[in-house]
């Protein structure tokens, strides 16, 4: 009787809010089911997260470590964090936006064990918090991960943006994520996200304009 | 033009692409743009920048994904293998804090009785109660340091691999 209701309920939410409603139940439910998954530990969904995010995770993690060798190692620690605590998502976010959640994390914290005397080098002049990606005048490690002239030209300007506006400007507009889930990831307020990316779109306009001349 | 009509367009166009912008805005910046070399110039930049962004690709290294799978499936099978463990211990320790608070009064007794017939000062049969309450959880500890060090040296296995 409860789950007719529920039923007639939902049907009508969904005529009264059209296509969207139906789009992010859709997802919650999707993330829910992952969340379970996650929490059982199940082998075959983590092997169908893996070769799902595989490309996107690899990619920003050789993008802000700066190394090829050094973003594999990464990236499976990042799963073997997945595995270890998947009970922690609670499916209530994208699984994206947790995913790189870990995965900076673990960058930051090998950053934090490998130069703790320089960790005031790290502080973001902005929010305070501590950011480091290659260093901004060594382009050679990056030059290994793109290909291409173009790239590597991009590569370059990109190179002479500072990190924390180079990071969000790749979740943004290479990873295409929403504000609000940089702001998760980046664990940041909402606004200093969309300052960060004004700043950051100027500065490349900038570089990029320079590179041309 | 205007100048402050340049600085809101060039606003808007910044803005579009990061947050989006209103239909009405968007008619507007549109017009603009068609009369403007100068604003339509700095929206040709930014949608270049953009797509540079978007063009850059990194190549995947061979077979990445099923190496870390096969380690995943490694270290779940190892979690696996500990967790009935656990659940043991746990048990083992609510057992005996259970049987500890129901036997409490006679153990107190029985050491008090003990304490006075071999001549003790009470401080130290009431501390051998406390020891003895303090027995699971000093067990607990010694397990989990144990287990503490295996797994750092697991991982440090897993670094020189």
């Known amino acids: ?213 | 033009m205007n100048e402050e009509l340049h600085v809101r367009a060039e606003e808007s166009i910044a803005r579009q692409r990061v947050e989006g912008i209103s239909d009405a805005e968007r008619v507007w910046l549109e017009e603009h743009l068609r009369d403007c070399a100068r604003c339509a110039e700095v929206a040709r930049a930014t949608e270049q920048a953009i797509h540079s962004l978007r063009g850059l690709s990194v190549p995947m290294p061979r077979a990445l994904a099923s190496r870390t799978q096969f380690r995943v499936r490694l270290r779940a099978r190892e979690m696996q293998a500990r967790g009935p463990r656990w659940q043991w211990l746990w048990a083992a320790c609510g057992v005996s804090w259970a049987f500890g608070a129901a036997t409490a009064p006679y153990v107190w007794r029985g050491l008090e009785w003990l304490g006075h017939r071999a001549g003790l000062p009470d401080v130290v049969w009431k501390m051998g109660f406390g020891v003895w309450w303090a027995l699971p959880a000093i067990m607990v500890v010694v397990v989990l340091l144990f287990e503490k060090t295996g797994a750092t040296d697991g991982m440090a296995f897993r670094e020189e691999l």
């Not at chain 1, 969904?45 to 490309?55: F, T």
């Not at chain 1, 690899?58 to 009970?87: K, M, P, S």
């Not at chain 1, 936006?97 to 914290?109: E, H, K, P, Q």
């Not at chain 1, 969309?194 to 700043?199: D, I, M, T, V």
Request: aromatic content about 10%; hydrophobic content about 40%.
């Open chain 1, 1 to 213: 009787m409860s789950a007719t209701l529920a039923y007639a309920n939902t049907n009508r939410a969904i005529a009264t809010a059209g296509p969207m409603y139906l789009f992010s139940t859709h997802m919650a439910d999707e993330n829910k089911a992952l969340a379970q998954g996650l929490r059982r530990r199940d082998p075959e969904l983590l092997d169908r997260l893996i070769e799902e995010y595989q490309y996107r995770l690899f990619r920003y993690l050789a993008y802000i470590t700066g190394n090829h060798e050094r973003a594999e190692d990464f990236f499976q620690e990042t799963w073997i964090r997945v595995l270890e605590r998947g009970h922690q998502y609670d499916g209530k976010y994208k699984f994206e936006s947790w995913l790189f959640t870990i995965a900076r994390n673990l960058v930051i914290d090998w950053q934090r064990h490998k130069k703790p005397q320089s960790l005031d080098a790290l502080i973001d002049p902005d929010e305070g918090a501590p950011m480091e990606f290659a260093a901004e005048d060594d382009a050679s490690p990056l030059d290994l991960v793109l290909l291409g002239e173009r790239g590597a030209r991009v590569q370059a300007s990109l190179g002479q943006l500072p990190a924390v506006y180079r990071e969000v400007l790749l979740l943004r507009f290479q990873e295409d994520m929403q504000l609000e889930d940089i702001s998760r990831v980046l664990a940041i307020p909402l606004s200093s996200v969309k300052s960060r990316l004004y700043r950051g779109l100027d500065a490349l306009k900038k570089v990029l304009a320079g590179g041309a001349e």
